[in-house]
């Protein structure tokens, strides 16, 4: 993933000009809450196989409803009472059912408390006057849309777009919107699959700022090292590279 522009060592050595950002697990956690509905989960279905049994086969059929579901609590949700019934045989009652969709309703509703360092960053970015941001995430429209209302950090951004997916075309579309090109872009997130590699492939620059948790359907084996490429270990470093 080689480029011929100039190396990402500081902002003053690119023109970087729209700053965006991922939002689960990036701005605030996501991941956390959905392991633990998944930890209810598989103890609602103990009687029909261990936790690694269910875990395994509700990755599975997440995996089979994402070109028609996408992401997303309501997605999830679907998966969670699918998989429940396949791996019941059909025998789980109408009772259990509804307490699983209960569990799946429960992620709607998490609290997108912003992670340490985000809030007084963010508002260190906003108040230079340097760059547009926004937040670019994906999933369902009103489950992201209500989180980031929720968190209290919209006053420092220009807008939120969610997408059901983050493609090249996607991110190409965000420039558009803009009024630049990807090579003015620097994206922030925590998944390299989905925030920093399609960035990093069309000539953009990125930050990855890795979290503790991650949903295995953004794992990647795929190569990352690049000179468009900067990673952080803590949120409030970002103003050591973009001021």
């Not at 699983?100 to 970015?125: F, R, Y």
């Not at 209290?152 to 939120?160: E, K, P």
């Amino acid at each position: 993933m080689n480029s011929n522009d100039n190396s990402f060592t500081h902002a003053r050595s690119v023109d970087i000009r729209l700053l965006a950002f991922d939002a689960d697990d990036t701005l605030w956690d996501c991941q956390g809450h959905f392991n633990e509905v998944e930890n209810n989960y598989c103890r609602m279905l103990a009687p029909y196989g261990n936790r690694t049994e269910i875990s395994h086969h509700l990755f599975q059929t997440e995996t089979a409803n994402m070109p028609l579901l996408g992401y997303g609590c309501k997605a999830f949700t679907i998966s969670l009472v699918e998989n429940a019934i396949k791996v019941s045989n059909g025998t789980i009652s109408e009772d259990q059912l509804l307490s699983v969709i209960s569990l799946g309703k429960q992620l709607l509703n998490i609290p997108a408390t912003p992670l340490e360092g985000v809030e007084k960053t963010l508002k260190t970015l906003h108040e230079s006057g340097k760059y547009q941001m926004v937040v670019f995430t994906k999933g369902d429209n009103l489950d992201q849309e209500n989180k980031y209302r929720r968190s209290g950090l919209s006053r420092y951004f220009d807008d939120c777009i969610v997408v059901s997916d983050k493609t090249p075309h996607e991110y190409q579309r965000l420039c558009r919107l803009f009024n630049t090109n990807i090579h003015h872009l620097c994206m922030v997130g925590n998944s390299l699959k989905s925030d920093i590699l399609p960035v990093l492939r069309l000539g953009g620059y990125a930050v990855h700022v890795p979290y503790a948790l991650q949903w295995q359907m953004e794992d990647t084996d795929e190569e990352h090292e690049s000179p468009h490429l900067r990673s952080i270990g803590a949120f409030e470093q970002l103003t050591k590279i973009l001021l």
